[in-house]
């Protein structure tokens, strides 16, 4: 597992008040479909809640002492995988506990899936977890992972943030004005 | 799901400094082979963004 954690504080020069915190985690696990096409991928939506528990509490534990107000969540698979295996690992049971994680969130959470070697990177998609539509919120956390996925394996990520962009002001939505119902306003 | 996003990187060292490089993408259809289930296109409304 890895843990990225990034701080800004400081945006073209203002300070960034109160600070933007960022945490990726990754789980990095064997893809049991690798090299080969099997149609039923269900056994990984029940393998992705105690695998998302595990990410989504050491990210969680990452952002104290800020609150979460955004998530997203990400799969790198190894060359030797499809694509479809990591989205098998991201569906409602995973979504749901990283829902759970952060004290509840009403919108669906913004995903992204590929096939790629070993130092590949990938932006993680980031929106408010209550109301999608809240622009302020629409952001991503880049990270980059060195040594995996292998071939076989996949990285499971999630990811969290504390508030909106820095220096956000191009209107939209705003976060006061979010009913937090339906997921979208 | 939205969860299949198109990579691409730019050949002549862009954007410069001074420069924003601003992208649209579309796609035709969902991602090869796609089979871990929830709402399917043939069963959304299309009227509210979500389903």
Not at chain 1, 58 to 77: D, N
Not at chain 1, 97 to 123: N, Y
Not at chain 1, 146 to 166: K, M, Q, S, Y
Not at chain 2, 30 to 50: F, M, N, Q
Request: with cysteine; proline share 6%.
């Amino acid at each position: 597992m890895l843990t990225f954690v990034e701080d800004t504080r400081l945006e073209a020069g203002v300070e960034v008040d109160p600070v933007l915190r960022k945490v990726a985690v990754v789980a990095v696990v064997r893809n049991e479909y690798a090299g080969r096409f099997v149609d039923d991928l269900s056994p990984y939506y029940e393998a992705s809640v105690e695998l998302g528990e595990k990410i989504a509490g050491l990210a969680v534990e990452q952002m104290k002492p800020y609150g979460i107000e955004s998530y997203g969540k990400a799969a790198i698979v190894g060359l030797d995988g499809e694509q479809e295996h990591g989205v098998a690992l991201l569906t409602t049971p995973y979504g749901n506990v990283l829902r759970e994680a952060v004290g509840g969130g009403a919108a669906w959470i913004s995903s992204a899936t590929k096939r790629a070697q070993p130092g590949a990177s990938i932006d993680i998609p980031l929106a408010y977890k209550d109301a999608l539509y809240v622009r302020s919120h629409y952001d991503a956390m880049s990270i980059t992972l060195h040594d995996a996925p292998l071939p076989d394996e996949i990285a499971v990520i999630c990811c969290f943030a504390n508030r909106g962009r820095p220096h956000h002001r191009v209107g939209g939505l705003s976060i006061d004005d979010a009913i937090g119902e339906d997921g979208l306003t | 799901m939205p969860a299949d996003p198109m990579s691409a990187a730019a050949t002549v060292g862009t954007p410069l400094p001074d420069e924003i490089a601003v992208i649209c993408c579309f796609a035709n259809r969902g991602r090869p082979h796609l089979r871990v289930g929830g709402l399917s296109i043939d069963d959304a409304t299309g009227e509210d963004g979500l389903i």
